[in-house]
C-alpha cells in the first residue's frame, strides 16, 4: 500500500516563530488532508488539498502532486497551536493512510 | 450545521466482553468510515460505509464488524475483546467517501 512519512516527528518552537512540517507519500494520490488533533483526540481539519496552495489565516499549506509531496507553513506560532499533526493520503479506496505525525510544543 | 456525533465517548470493558460504538454523520452525508489509532500503530482504517453497504475494509480481525443504518448512522462492534483492541476509535463522515473526510471526538476503550 502507500506510505506516507512525515517530518519532523517532534519540534519544539517558541511562541512567533515560523514552522514547516512535510509529508511525502510513495504513489500518486486522488486526496490529501491535514489534520490537528487536539488533546482530547478530535481530528480537526486543516486542509482538503490534494494540489496547489490554500491559505486559511496563519496556517498555509502546498502539495505538489507531481513530486509527491505536501507541505504545511504555520506562522507567528501561538501555545493553542501545540498538538499533533498529520497528513493522511487517499489513493482511490476510499480510506485514507495516516502518516505518524509531528508533534509540535509550542513554548511561552 | 452539526458535526460527527459518537457515542460513547468513554467505556472501559473487560477481556472477553463486546463493545457497539455509535456515529451519526453530518446531515447530508452518505460515508461513514471508522478508524483505530493505538499509540503503537497509529492511525489504521478499519472500513467504510455507503447507503448501509461495506464497500472497503481494513486489515482487522473478524471481530470487528460494522453496520449502516437507512440514516447513514453507523455502529461498529467489537466482539470477545482483547487488551490490544484499548484505542480510540474514531468516526469519519464524507458526501461520497472521496473528497473531504471530517471526524467526531471519538470513543476511548479501555480494556481490563
Known amino acids: 500500500g502507500i506510505q506516507v512519512e512525515q517530518s519532523p516527528p517532534d519540534l519544539i518552537l517558541q511562541e512567533g516563530a515560523n514552522s514547516t512540517l512535510r509529508c511525502n507519500f510513495s504513489?500518486?494520490?486522488?486526496?490529501l488532508q491535514w489534520f490537528h488533533q487536539n488533546p482530547w483526540g478530535q481530528l480537526i481539519n486543516l486542509f482538503y488539498?490534494?494540489?496547489g496552495t490554500k491559505q486559511n489565516g496563519r496556517l498555509s499549506a502546498t502539495t505538489v502532486a507531481t513530486e509527491r509531496y505536501s507541505l504545511l507553513y504555520i506562522s507567528s506560532s501561538q501555545t493553542t497551536d501545540s498538538g499533533v499533526y498529520f497528513c493522511a493520503v487517499e489513493r482511490g479506496r476510499r480510506a485514507l493512510t495516516f502518516g505518524s505525525g509531528t508533534r509540535l510544543q509550542v513554548q511561552p | 450545521k452539526a458535526g460527527v456525533t459518537q457515542t460513547p465517548r468513554y467505556l472501559i470493558k473487560t477481556r472477553g466482553q463486546q463493545v457497539t460504538l455509535s456515529c451519526s454523520p453530518i446531515?447530508?452525508?452518505?460515508?461513514v468510515s471508522w478508524y483505530q489509532q493505538t499509540p503503537g500503530q497509529g492511525l489504521q482504517f478499519l472500513f467504510e460505509y455507503f447507503s448501509e453497504t461495506q464497500r472497503n475494509k481494513g486489515n482487522f480481525p473478524g471481530r470487528f464488524s460494522g453496520r449502516q443504518f437507512s440514516n447513514s448512522r453507523s455502529e461498529m462492534n467489537v466482539s470477545t475483546l482483547e487488551l490490544g483492541d484499548s484505542a480510540l476509535y474514531l468516526c469519519?463522515?464524507?458526501?461520497?467517501?472521496?473528497?473531504?473526510?471530517?471526524f467526531g471526538e471519538g470513543s476511548r476503550l479501555t480494556v481490563l
Open positions: 488539498i490534494p494540489s
Open positions: 504513489d500518486s494520490v486522488n486526496n
Open positions: 469519519a463522515s464524507s458526501w461520497e467517501g472521496t473528497g473531504e473526510l471530517f
Open positions: 446531515s447530508g452525508h452518505r460515508s
